[in-house]
């Protein structure tokens, strides 16, 4: 299998604290990748890393087999093209409607027509189970399952290689965090694309993805296929899902 994302021997340190500690992981193409931990393990850190806003103490991250952190600016923008980013609370513009948050990279870089851009962006929102109905709303009038929604379709706008979700399923409902569960998995077989998660959300983990990293404090404690994870002899991985997974774990990661 061809890696996307090579991480190897990354540190962070900012300030006088160590947020990230020889952190070793490959994501393979096609694969749906979750990093779990709690809060204030680094999670998002790497993902910062990955896309170039944080430069390692020393280590590398190679995307798409480059080293980010040698990259120029330029080099940079050329990665980031083809990496799709869902931030936490979907961070869509307010002033902005749901077209207008949907294209936005289009309209920043492109001489598009309104026909034309509302005509993507209802294609990008029917890729998440959203409709022409939507478009002209304003992000006030969405519930938070819309906006997460919403968020992904700007995401996948640009077609990238990589989606990076950053805890997709906080704030919602188990019942919409189930639906998006599902639209994540989906993705990646309409798309091919590939997908970094980053959760604290182990129901969601234990249920989308190929492979589990567990990280606790900047630290990679085990990386494995649901399988692998639920069978952990490290003492920290069976306590950590244990409690997160209750009797999910007895029904089977599906």
């Known amino acids: 299998m061809r890696s996307l994302v090579e991480v190897e021997g990354l ?11 020889n952190v070793n992981f490959k994501v393979y193409e ?4 979750t990093i779990l931990g709690g809060s204030g393990s680094g999670k998002t850190t790497i993902t910062k890393c990955i896309v170039g806003l944080y430069k390692p103490t ?19 923008d050329e990665v980031r093209k083809n990496i799709g980013y869902l931030f936490q609370g979907a961070a869509l513009f307010d002033s902005l409607r749901v077209w207008e ?51 992904i ?4 706008a640009t077609e ?19 639906l998006i569960d599902e639209l994540i998995v989906s993705l990646r077989e309409k798309t091919g694309s590939t997908a970094i998660v980053v959760s604290h959300d182990l129901v969601s983990a234990f249920s989308i993805s190929d ?6 404090e900047g630290e990679v404690l085990q990386i494995g296929t649901r399988e692998e994870m639920l069978n ?15 009797d999910f774990q007895k029904t089977g990661a599906g």
């Not at 540190?11 to 500690?21: A, P, S, Y």
């Not at 990238?160 to 189930?178: A, H, K, Q």
């Open 11 to 21: 540190n962070l340190r900012i300030g006088e604290r160590w947020i990230l500690k």
């Open 30 to 33: 096609g694969e749906i990748f």
């Open 58 to 76: 020393s280590g590398k991250v190679r995307v798409f087999g480059k080293d980010v952190s040698a990259l120029s600016q330029m080099e940079l």
């Open 101 to 151: 948050n949907v294209v936005f990279y289009h309209l920043e870089h492109y001489r598009m027509g309104e026909s034309e851009l509302r005509s993507l962006a209802s294609r990008y929102l029917n890729l998440v189970g959203l409709s022409e109905e939507e478009l002209d709303l304003y992000p006030s009038e969405l519930s938070g399952g819309m906006k997460k929604r919403v968020g």
């Open 153 to 156: 379709a700007r995401a996948i």
């Open 160 to 178: 990238p290689r990589l989606l990076i979700y950053d805890e997709p399923t906080s704030g919602l409902d188990p019942i919409t965090s189930r």
């Open 211 to 216: 492979r589990i990293l567990m990280l606790r």
């Open 232 to 246: 952990s002899s490290l003492p920290f991985v069976k306590e950590f899902i244990k409690k997160g997974l209750g």
